[in-house]
Nanobody, 119 residues
Framework: QVQLVESGGGVVQAGGSLRLSCAAS????????IGWYRQAPGKQRELVAG???????NYGDSVKGRFTISRDNAKNTVYLEMNSLKPEDTAVYYC?????????????WGQGTQVTVSS
């Protein structure tokens, strides 16, 4: 099994920044990529950003140029640096571990961390 634990959420004013962390443990060798998803009240969960073991990244259109995903392989941790935050970024942010040969999202979810951006 794979365990994912998010941290770093909080309340920030519009225009501010936050950095989220996703720490992976367990059988992490089966994981090819880690993605950050978010879900706002009344909306579907959406992929915000993803990063593969090789360092390839992808971003949702709404966060391109503002968010940066990175990883520290030695710590089995993936980060999401969020800048120029907007009220519409308010959501619960989840990380998801995608095993080799699978598509997004997988069944490996963290518990989520709340991000609230005030106007």
């Amino acid at each position: 099994q794979v365990q994912l634990v998010e941290s770093g959420g909080g309340v920030v004013q519009a225009g501010g920044s936050l950095r989220l962390s996703c720490a992976a443990s367990g059988i992490t060798g089966i994981i090819n990529a880690i993605g950050w998803y978010r879900q706002a009240p009344g909306k579907q969960r959406e992929l915000v950003a993803g990063i593969t073991n090789g360092g390839s990244t992808n971003y949702g259109d709404s966060v391109k140029g503002r968010f940066t995903i990175s990883r520290d392989n030695a710590k089995n941790t993936v980060y999401l640096e969020m800048n120029s935050l907007k009220p519409e970024d308010t959501a619960v942010y989840y990380c998801n571990g995608r095993p080799y040969g699978y598509n997004w999202p997988s069944r490996y979810w963290g518990q989520g961390t709340q991000v609230t951006v005030s106007s």
